[in-house]
Structures are given as structure tokens and as C-alpha cells.
């Protein structure tokens, strides 16, 4: 057998994969800009959405970490509860990354977790320590929410006369009060939007308010 014959029985062998390897250069070659613009955002997007939502995850559960640790606290969120707060945000990301929140609490290391919980969704959060200083930043910015707590020091009804303090300006931004420890007799204040020291019970009072405001 001659080398050209060779040669030729050689390219008849190999005919199939070639035309398969130049039936997918010309099919990436036509569908390529489809493939670049639409294809690859959204895998890009659900691969970020998944692993936002895992950072999400892991905030809630260190807030619930934290705040069963606490006797006083007395807080203990069934497993279901938990997953239902998950779904919620999950569900509503894009509604997060329109919201700017004001936290006042002159112990912002307590609620770490939970910050950084909402600040994974996408929202905005300003800190303040105390009411002088949050009512002068509501003079020169607007928020969807503003979060309290209610013991500042000796003051234990700081959160309240922060409330009253609103009324009296005539701000109707809606307050929640997240706190350590609750009240049964007392309910929620007047003119507050919720009150909790349950973080998924903050997350959905949140989406609550974003809804409203943004549905």
C-alpha cells in the first residue's frame, strides 16, 4: 500500500470527528451573540444570586446564634420559621437593593449579624448611637425604615422618646423596634411599625415596609 493510499484511509477515519468539530465552530459562530448576551449573564446571575444567598443564610443563623445564647433574650426559632424567612428573601432580593435603612443603637455590635444580613441583600445601612445625632441625619436624608433599640445607657426608654421625638417633627418613616429583651404586658408602642428581638421576624417586618412602599 502506497503512502497516499495510507494517507487517504487515514482522512476517511477521520472525516466524522472533523465534520463534527466544523459543525460546532460554525453553530458557536452563528449563535455566539446570543450566547454572550443572554446565555452567559443569567448563569453569571444565579451563580451570584446562590452564593449571596448562602452569606445571607449564614448572617441569619449567627443573629439566631447569638440571641438564643442570651438567657434574657429567651429567643428560640423553630427550623421551619427559619427556612420560611430565607425563601422570603430570597424571593425578594431586588427589593432590597432599593432600600437605605437608619439603625440607631448605641451598642451596634449587638446586631452585627443582622446588618450584615441586610447589607448582603442589597440595602443600604447608616448607624447612629443615639437620637440627637439620628435626628439631625433624618434632616438631611430620606430612609425606607429606620431600626431602634429601646435601653441606651441608664435610659431605658431611649427608643420611646426617639418615637415621640418623630411625631413630633411630623416623620412618618416607618420604626421598628429591634430589642434584647420584650414585654409581654406592654405591646407594641404607639406608632411604631412592629417590634421583635427575633431576626427573622425583623426581616420580614422589613420586607413588610419595603413591599408597601415599593410594590
Known amino acids: 500500500m502506497t503512502f497516499v493510499e495510507k494517507a487517504l484511509i487515514e482522512i476517511i477515519k477521520l472525516t466524522p470527528s472533523l465534520l463534527w468539530f466544523l459543525l460546532i465552530v460554525i453553530f458557536f459562530k452563528i449563535f ?27 448572617s441569619l443563623e449567627a443573629a439566631f446564634e447569638l440571641a438564643e445564647k442570651s438567657p434574657q433574650w429567651k429567643v428560640d426559632v423553630p427550623q421551619e420559621k427559619r427556612e420560611k424567612a430565607i425563601s422570603r428573601a ?10 437605605k435603612f437608619l439603625w440607631v443603637d448605641d451598642c451596634p455590635e449587638n446586631n452585627l449579624n443582622e446588618r450584615q444580613m441586610f447589607q448582603r441583600l ?9 437620637t440627637e445625632d439620628a435626628l439631625k441625619i433624618l434632616e438631611r436624608a430620606d430612609y425606607d425604615l429606620l431600626i431602634s433599640d429601646m435601653a441606651r445607657g441608664s435610659r431605658q426608654n431611649a427608643g420611646i422618646d426617639f418615637l415621640n421625638k418623630l411625631k413630633e417633627k411630623g416623620n412618618r418613616i416607618p420604626l421598628v423596634f429591634y430589642i434584647g429583651v420584650i414585654d409581654e404586658t406592654k405591646g407594641i408602642p404607639d406608632g411604631a411599625f412592629g417590634l ?9 417586618l422589613s420586607l413588610d415596609v419595603l413591599e408597601r412602599r415599593y410594590s
Open 90 to 99: 430570597r424571593k425578594n432580593m431586588a427589593v432590597f437593593r432599593k432600600a
Open 32 to 58: 455566539y451573540p446570543t450566547i454572550r448576551d443572554e446565555l452567559l449573564p443569567k448563569l453569571s446571575s444565579f451563580e451570584a444570586g446562590g452564593v449571596k444567598l448562602a452569606f445571607i443564610k449564614n
Open 196 to 204: 421583635t428581638n427575633q431576626p427573622d421576624e425583623l426581616l420580614h
Open 122 to 130: 442589597g440595602a443600604v445601612i447608616d448607624l447612629s448611637l443615639n
